[in-house]
């Protein structure tokens, strides 16, 4: 956990670690030069390429917003094309790839390339806005903060849904989900599994 931690500052601060944690100084993305950005996450592609995600307007001075693509050594990638400067209204907070290349993107934006995308969307491999892919929230999730794709495809969320949990409107489906899985955990753990540490030894029985 703790190289986990490590890697994923260092690649987010801008930097890369060689080999044993010192500085790799071959490496320096263009980002550098921005000292205002605000990376939230980064994705090593299969390919070496690196997707680059947070806050931020533009790369080595050129308009670019909220996520970009570097070669394997900090240049940018230009096959990485959003189609539009501002093609995201707000910051990304996580990015997630699919096997196929396509690339999973989470955050605080209400649109993307024009479209209302609320906090979730999905780009194809070379940048370019996948208009198919919509998860249909009836308004911006407070804020979604992670994304991961499973071996069979889906998509699992994290971030702050209390509006699910409060069933408000738009948000039933998942809320009444949300509680069942919650009354399920709370009943697994909090009367099943004491009782059957009982049965099998492991605590004495009263």
């Known amino acids: 956990l703790l190289s986990l931690a490590v890697l994923t500052a260092v690649f987010v601060s801008g930097a890369r670690a060689a080999a044993y944690g010192e500085l790799d100084n071959a490496f320096q993305p263009s980002l550098i030069k921005d000292n205002q950005a605000i990376g939230n996450a980064v994705v090593v592609q299969p390919d070496g390429k690196l997707l680059y995600a947070g806050f931020f307007m533009a790369i080595d001075r050129k308009p670019q917003s909220f996520i970009a693509r570097f070669n394997a050594d900090g240049t940018i990638d230009p096959t990485f094309d959003t189609g539009n400067t501002f093609a995201f209204d707000a910051s990304i907070s996580a990015v ?53 794709v499973q071996s069979d495809g889906k998509v699992l969320l994290g971030g702050n849904f209390m509006s699910a949990f409060t069933l408000s409107k738009g948000y039933a489906g998942i809320g ?26 492991i605590k004495p029985a009263t």
Do not use: C, E, H
Not at 183 to 194: A, C, E
């Open 96 to 148: 997630a790839l699919q096997p196929d290349g396509r690339i999973i993107v989470a955050g605080n934006f209400d649109k993307v390339g024009g479209l209302t995308r609320y906090s979730v969307a999905r780009l194809n491999s070379d940048g370019s806005f996948d208009p198919s892919f919509n998860i249909a929230f009836p308004a911006r999730v407070n804020a979604v903060t992670s994304v991961a």
């Open 176 to 201: 009444i989900g949300a509680w069942l899985g919650t009354i399920m955990l709370l009943n697994v753990w909090g009367i099943i599994w004491p009782n059957q540490k009982k049965i099998l030894g």
